[in-house]
């Protein structure tokens, strides 16, 4: 079974690597659709929430690479980052990986369509996907330089898809892949961490009771860590039915001396960042390999502020300062980043599937509510994912 699956992820890369520079639209499908616009939320500039607009008439999403497909949006899913490209963050760096050979006029990529998560049914296929079909349904986390999924429809490569676990609705999906792949790439791919080392480890996650933060509990208890979680003293019973050992409150005291009182940690998650680096990597176990990864990085603030070469060069002289720094001291600093994987979030489906992971969510809203949506993103203090039902529990 392992040797079908890893064949099945070999031939997802090799098709990817097969997707060609240039191509005209809808030439890589084997269907034509009869439809050229779609609804959707977009945004004509960056602001506040005033600049989100419904339309009717969006671009309908073509098929560029025939690695790619459409896929029908039944739920999409809110991070905090779709709050923050909203107001223009990370600009100059999604610009250019939108468009590497700067060919395209500043503002091109609006009208923007916002949203990260994805969970609908497949409509279209280009014809070098051979591991879906129409009618498959699908989840996804959608990779902020790519137009979203607050739309009727979405175009993603099929590297980036993953068949939705049959165990949870459209709803509850969509609550799951942007947060599980930042988590994944934070602990597994940065941190090291898999099923078969993590038993008995020390996992410290700084920030526990928001989307990374509730997936990061449930992927390393079902791993066998020993999970220590902070979070609001509200939010204690939320992250200790999803498997978290100790529970401190942040709001009780000075929170680094309460953590330190709990022992030395094999790897730190940070979702909070500011003032807790300076602390935080005082809590690892020294000369034993421990880690502490954050996902509060200046990277796009570099790039927005300086320009994408300097702020690519700040970035680079501030990260590699750190890590010095720290190891002479005997532990490992890391940035994490989000990265899109269908390989990935196959396992994820097959954890949900098996009752080892569940969707948090913290609140659904109509597709006529995305405003509102984004209010109670921007309040801020989340028990779990905001969710927006594209379409009703019957698809209509």
Not at 46 to 61: E, I, M, Q
Not at 65 to 87: C, H, T
Not at 302 to 330: E, F, P, S, Y
Not at 373 to 388: D, L, P, S
Request: glycine share 10%; proline share 5%; with cysteine.
């Amino acid at each position: 079974m392992r040797i079908i699956k890893r064949l099945f992820h070999l031939e997802r890369l090799l098709v990817r690597l097969k997707a060609p520079c240039e191509s005209n639209s809808r030439s890589f499908s084997s269907s034509r659709p009869c439809r050229t616009v779609m609804p959707a939320w977009v945004i004509d500039k960056y602001g506040g929430n005033d600049v989100l607009r419904f339309t009717k008439n969006a671009s309908f999403p073509v098929l560029n690479y025939p690695n790619e497909v459409v896929v029908k949006v039944l739920a999409a899913g809110l991070n905090p980052i779709d709050v923050s490209m909203r107001g223009g963050y990370g600009a100059a760096s999604l610009a250019m990986n939108r468009d590497p050979l700067n060919l395209n006029q500043a503002g091109s990529e609006f009208p923007l369509i916002l949203g990260r998560d994805v969970s609908g049914v497949i409509m279209e296929c280009g014809l070098d996907v051979k591991y879906f079909k129409e009618g498959d349904e699908v989840w996804a986390a959608v990779p902020p330089w790519k137009q979203g999924t607050l739309a009727e429809f979405v175009v993603l490569s099929g590297n980036e898809v993953s068949f939705k676990p049959k165990s949870v609705s459209h709803t509850e999906a969509a609550a799951i892949p942007y947060v599980a792949m930042t988590a994944w790439l934070a602990l597994v791919n940065t941190g090291g961490l898999t099923k078969d080392n993590c038993s008995k480890k020390r996992v410290l996650i700084l920030g526990g009771s928001g989307g990374v933060g509730t997936f990061a509990i449930q992927l390393v208890k079902a791993w066998g860590a020993h999970v220590t979680v902070t979070c609001s003293q509200s939010a204690e019973s939320l992250v200790r039915n999803l498997g978290a050992d100790d529970v401190v409150d942040y709001t009780a005291g000075p929170v680094e001396q309460s953590l330190a009182a709990c022992g030395k940690f094999d790897l730190i998650l940070d979702n909070v960042g500011g003032d807790t680096e300076r602390w935080a990597l005082g809590l690892l176990k020294p000369w034993c390999g421990a880690k502490y990864v954050t996902l509060v990085t200046p990277f796009l603030q570099n790039t927005d502020l300086l320009g994408v070469a300097d702020g690519m060069l700040q970035t680079a002289a501030t990260v590699a300062t750190k890590a010095i720094k720290h190891l002479v001291k005997g532990v490992h600093y890391r940035w994490g980043f989000f990265a899109p994987s269908g390989p990935a979030l196959d396992d994820v489906a097959e954890m949900v599937d098996a009752g080892q992971i569940r969707a948090v969510v913290d609140e659904v809203f109509s597709f006529s509510q995305v405003p509102q949506a984004f209010e109670k993103m921007e309040n801020g203090h989340a028990r779990g994912k905001t969710v927006v039902q594209i379409k009703g529990p019957d698809g209509s």
